[in-house]
Nanobody, 123 residues
Framework: VQLQASGGGLVQAGGSLRLSCAASGRTFGSYAVGWFRQAPGREREFVGGVNKTGRRSDYADSVKGRFTISRDNVKNTVYLQMNSLKPEDTAVYYC?????????????????WGRGTQVTVSS
């Protein structure tokens, strides 16, 4: 499976953005998908993810209650809805897929990565 993230941009604090992760390949429904982000000078960190069925999503504490992850296995797309954005959410956001039922917070657990999309939140 190949991934492509999109939807990033510049938004004011308190605003919203929706990122999309479009996948190619017929077996997308066999993959759990995670979202990660990386700010300049910092390590890549887990934001959240959704299991292969879409019935369960997990989130980092820093985004819980503000971000929502969903997936549409017919459209081969995973979404990251980001609300109440803060300047500290500024980063390059990546989606990644792993051939497993559930998500993992460890980047090395993922088999495939998409190109990142920049999210900038101004104060």
């Amino acid at each position: 499976v190949q991934l492509q993230a999109s939807g990033g941009g510049l938004v004011q604090a308190g605003g919203s953005l929706r990122l999309s992760c479009a996948a190619s390949g017929r077996t997308f429904g066999s993959y759990a998908v995670g979202w990660f982000r990386q700010a300049p000078g910092r390590e890549r960190e887990f934001v959240g993810g959704v299991n292969k069925t879409g019935r369960r999503s997990d989130y980092a504490d820093s985004v819980k209650g503000r971000f929502t992850i969903s997936r549409d296995n017919v459209k081969n797309t995973v979404y990251l809805q980001m609300n109440s954005l803060k300047p500290e959410d500024t980063a390059v956001y990546y989606c990644a897929a792993r051939y497993a039922y559930g998500v993992s917070s460890y980047p090395n657990s993922y088999d495939t990565w998409g190109r990142g999309t920049q999210v900038t939140v101004s104060s």
